[in-house]
T-cell receptor, first 116, second 114 residues
Framework: AQKITQTQPGMFVQEKEAVTLDCTYD???????LFWYKQPSSGEMIFLIY??????QNATEGRYSLNFQKARKSANLVISASQLGDSAMYFC?????????????FGTGTRLQVFP | KAGVTQTPRYLIKTRGQQVTLSCSPI?????VSWYQQTPGQGLQFLFE???????NKGNFPGRFSGRQFSNSRSEMNVSTLELGDSALYLC?????????????FGEGSRLTVL
């Protein structure tokens, strides 16, 4: 069965520092996608970054990068130069074409708090 | 380009009532999926519609239903509300599927059942 594991319930980071949020996944499908979303207190799920299982290079989007280690089944999110506005819940999620659907499996999330 | 729009944003109902939530996807997106988020269960997949057909369904009772219209807008309905249905209901849309990385969420509809 597919599963996403986020082992860090909460993380603290000082402004302007980098932080890594951990995500491991389990799937038997050779083709899958990995997502990271940010959810501020308002509730909206904000798309941050996507990595396809066949992508050769790690995905990057501005200050966000995804450290994709396929053999270890990990897809950690790295946020560089943290900002106070980065304080939010962060969710890792996985999709799989075996479902032929847009169904995502989500992890339990990591609450990131950025302090001055 | 407008994002995913969900209405209403907040609503309060009492047990036994029913509720209908609406989702307008990003223009051009044909797939709409729904998720329930609660503190206890986290984010759980409800169902997905593509071109007016339900393509997949999560493990929820029959009180939860949905539909999609020809313009890709979607509605979900919960009948005979229970206290445990209190949650944030999130809608997401995509064009050709999640493995292109195109899966965007709305701001959610926060339902409180009293």
């Amino acid at each position: 069965a597919q599963k996403i594991t986020q082992t860090q319930p909460g993380m603290f980071v000082q402004e302007k520092e980098a932080v890594t949020l951990d995500c491991t996944y389990d799937t038997s499908d050779p083709s899958y996608g990995l997502f990271w979303y940010k959810q501020p207190s308002s509730g909206e799920m904000i798309f941050l970054i996507y990595q396809g299982s066949y992508d050769q290079q790690n995905a990057t989007e501005g200050r966000y990068s995804l450290n994709f280690q396929k053999a270890r089944k990990s897809a950690n999110l790295v946020i560089s130069a943290s900002q106070l506005g980065d304080s939010a819940m962060y969710f890792c999620a996985m999709s799989s074409p075996s479902y032929n659907t847009d169904k995502l499996i989500f992890g339990t999330g990591t609450r990131l708090q950025v302090f001055p | 380009k407008a994002g995913v729009t969900q209405t209403p944003r907040y609503l309060i109902k009492t047990r036994g009532q029913q509720v209908t939530l609406s989702c307008s996807p990003i223009s051009g997106h044909r797939s709409v999926s729904w998720y329930q988020q609660t503190p206890g269960q986290g984010l759980q997949f409800l169902f997905e519609y593509f071109s007016e057909t339900q393509r997949n369904k999560g493990n929820f009772p029959g009180r939860f239903s949905g539909r999609q219209f020809s313009n890709s807008r979607s509605e979900m309905n919960v009948s005979t509300l229970e206290l445990g249905d209190s949650a944030l209901y999130l809608c997401a849309s995509s064009s050709v599927g999640p493995n292109t990385g195109e899966l965007f969420f709305g701001e959610g509809s926060r339902l409180t059942v009293l």
